[in-house]
């Protein structure tokens, strides 16, 4: 709550001082990206330290992390009335951590495939998004297909947070399970250097790495909205892509960070670990917090291509090997760019 109250008084102050509006946006940009290698080294040194896989650590705790920005912006937009902007919000958020964050990682760099993860948590991924959709196509045929009365009320946020429990208890045990080895080597290297003083440091890296991420993601969210206000650019555009991406910028920041000091699996992890916490963190707080009206763009467009999307990407593991391929990052980032057009031209009027 508070990254969200600290970038609205100050943009506010600077919301006709476009040129400080753009530094405070560069400078966010640059305590994101410092929070981010910060965090992801320590998660890889905490994943050793407790001898859990990295695909782990990147599907809960880096993920929790980085899906702060969404959950902050959701619930509050859900508390302020902005139902629109909060279910737009999480959806959009699980469309570009897949087909923008996971494409563009893939085009970059051939990602191993880790089938005790993907079949596991890879499987939550999809059919969380699948439960999303039809609780939203479920409630529309039960009140007499009338768009208007279309409604994700407590209960259902309720009931996504108690299976937010659930995943977590069961990705903890399931990270016991992982085959991934530990070398004797580093086995005594922890013994050596006091596992628990390494753990206790390691993880008061990560957290205060992805603090520095979610505070400066809100700002910079926070400043490049003020900038496209300026500008006029319409607010149910900037609902559906920019505050989608702007709080997907923890992701892809860590997900690159991830990728170039070669922990690939913490980038696959996070955004497997990512879409399933839009759905039962962000959409489920949110919904908790007030119901959730759905929308025109989040009804035909929205919810259509998240489910597009997270198809694509578990027709890939079902027919991969041991990698993706690099090529398979193409269509996810095409399926983007085609989202956002999409957004700007069919609803781009508020319609």
Excluded at 186 to 201: F, P
Excluded at 245 to 252: A, D, N, R
Excluded at 299 to 320: A, D, E, H, K
Aim: proline share 3%.
């Amino acid at each position: 709550m508070l990254a969200g109250i600290i970038p609205g008084h100050l943009v506010e102050s600077l919301a006709h001082q476009e040129w400080a509006l753009w530094l405070l946006a560069v400078a966010a940009m640059a305590v994101l990206m410092v929070g981010a290698d910060r965090a992801v080294h320590a998660a890889a040194k905490l994943a050793s330290a407790l001898g859990m896989s990295k695909v782990i650590i990147g599907a809960t705790i880096v993920s929790l992390g980085t899906t702060s920005p969404e959950a902050c912006v959701s619930v509050m937009a859900a508390w302020r009335g902005n139902a629109g902007l909060a279910l737009g919000n999480g959806i959009g958020s699980i469309i570009c951590d897949t087909a923008l964050i996971f494409g563009l990682c893939c085009l970059l760099k051939r990602l191993p495939l880790d089938r005790f993860l993907l079949n596991r948590q890879g499987r939550i991924q999809l059919g969380a998004g699948i439960l999303l959709a039809g609780l939203v196509y479920g409630s529309w045929w039960i009140v007499g297909m009338d768009l208007d009365r279309v409604f994700l009320g407590r209960w259902i946020g309720i009931v996504l947070l108690a299976l937010l429990a659930a995943y977590l208890y069961v990705s903890i045990r399931w990270s016991r399970q992982h085959p991934q080895i530990i070398p004797d080597e580093a086995k005594e290297e922890m013994r050596a250097n006091h596992r628990k003083e390494r753990v206790a440091g390691n993880l008061l890296m990560v957290t205060i790495g992805l603090g520095m991420v979610v505070v400066s993601s809100d700002v910079l969210i926070a400043s490049a909205t003020q900038i496209c206000r300026n500008h006029s650019v319409p607010e149910t555009v900037i609902a559906g892509t920019f505050v989608a991406f702007g709080t997907s910028l923890p992701e892809l920041v860590t997900a690159l960070t991830a990728l170039a000091k070669g922990h690939a699996e913490l980038s696959i992890g996070n955004v497997i670990g990512a879409d399933i916490l839009n759905v039962l963190f962000v959409i489920g707080a949110s919904a908790a917090a007030k119901p959730l009206a759905v929308d025109n763009a989040t009804f035909y467009l929205m919810i259509p291509t998240m489910i597009v999307v997270l198809m694509l990407f578990r027709s890939y593991v079902f027919f991969g090997r041991n990698s993706f391929r690099r090529w398979q990052g193409i269509p996810m980032l095409a399926i983007y760019v085609a989202f956002v057009l999409l957004s700007v031209l069919m609803f781009g009027n508020g319609r």
